[in-house]
């Protein structure tokens, strides 16, 4: 999807049907991607994209996309509304072991105008009807009456979700829900409800993640599906996680931290700013955790202690997980990544960047 302002793009020199009336010069720009680059970065590189043909061509489109939404920025930035000459390339990059692809794109920022059609001149105001086709018709009916039914009525089986599948009802309450309330056999439809989320732009389901339904999931398992999907579709947004690690709401930034662990699939050079505010954040939320506060203990002595962010029990200082529920003093699981390691991992993610993107 083209910019705003941006009203055409094209591989040639001139445009039919237009009349170019400024050239504002070169815009190009340049990505660099390896398949889980971060997660495997001690270890030997694997195959940049690895499994389908189609998984393969997904991905090469996705960094396309990323690099034309980037040079229509820089030609709205110009003043243009075109760009002409679009060249793609897809290079391979390899060495020592390590293996990676890098796209560049390069085309011209221009001003253009269409040419003017000759005006009907008709002293009466004259109605333009769009035509509809009976399939559009019906699906619109059918698309109606199966919104009403699924807001008003909860989600039963797989088979409901296929349904929202194919109308592209925008449904992510109802799913958590399901989600819940089938939490034993979920593994076997997660392809299903990867579909259901990927049909949706990210900008929607950041939309739901901000909402208090995020927040209160209250079973683990759900939480656990939510981020394999996530993964699966690739979603992952610096503002929304921030948003939420600064959060008042307690529950928002314990979530936040599991979003953290997310793998993004593309990273780009704006993108070391907003892993310096993420480590930022994650630094200031790891001097917030966990509160002490001093108790009488047996025989009148004072002790401090802590109270676990998730089942609010107090635990003694010499504990970093919870006696009662495992969790860390931080408020996720004992089997996710302590605040320390996910620190880490930031760091290492924004000093490799600093050099595959210099």
């Not at 994209?49 to 997904?58: C, D, L, T, V």
């Not at 683990?220 to 996530?230: Q, R, V």
């Not at 009662?324 to 302590?338: A, F, H, T, V």
Request: hydrophobic share 35%; charged share 30%.
């Amino acid at each position: 999807m083209f910019s705003k302002n941006i009203e055409l793009v094209t591989t040639t020199s001139n445009i039919e049907g237009w009349k170019i009336q400024k050239y504002l010069g070169v815009v190009s720009y340049q990505l660099v991607i390896g398949a889980n680059i971060f997660r495997d970065v001690f270890a030997s590189f694997r195959d940049i994209f690895g499994g389908s043909a189609k998984g393969y061509q997904k991905d090469l489109n996705e960094m396309k996309k990323i690099a034309l939404q980037n040079i229509e920025k820089e030609t709205v930035k110009k003043g243009g509304n075109v760009i002409i000459g679009l060249n793609v390339d897809f290079d391979e990059v390899s060495g020592g072991g390590k293996s990676m692809f890098m796209l560049s794109v390069i085309g011209t920022a221009a001003v253009a105008k269409k040419h003017e059609q000759d005006k009907l001149i008709d002293n009466e105001n004259i109605s333009i009807v769009n035509q509809v086709s009976s399939e559009e018709l019906n699906f619109k009916i059918k698309f109606d009456e199966m919104t009403k039914k699924y807001k008003t009525n909860s989600i039963q089986s797989i088979e409901d979700i296929e349904v929202l599948i194919n109308y592209k009802i925008e449904l992510f309450d109802k799913i958590i829900d399901f989600i819940e309330s089938h939490s034993y056999s979920i593994k076997e439809h997660l392809n299903i409800l990867t579909e259901y989320f990927s049909i949706f732009q990210h900008k929607k389901i950041s939309e739901f993640l901000m909402k208090r339904k995020f927040s209160n999931m209250g079973y683990e398992s759900t939480k656990e599906t939510l981020l394999k999907i996530l993964n699966n579709i690739g979603w992952y947004d610096f503002d929304i996680i921030n948003k939420l690690l600064l959060d008042d709401d307690i529950k928002c930034r314990v979530n936040a931290l599991y979003l953290v662990e997310i793998d993004k699939k593309y990273y780009q050079k704006e993108d070391l700013k907003n892993l310096y505010d993420l480590l930022k954040n994650l630094e200031e939320y790891k001097l917030s955790y966990p509160v002490y506060t001093v108790t009488k203990g047996s025989f009148g002595k004072e002790k401090q202690v802590w109270e676990c962010l998730n089942c609010k029990k107090q635990n003694s200082e010499k504990y970093s997980n919870c006696e009662y529920c495992g969790n860390q003093n931080y408020g996720i699981p004992s089997k996710y990544d302590d605040l320390e390691k996910i620190k880490s991992t930031i760091s290492l993610k924004i000093q490799t960047l600093v050099k595959l993107l210099k």
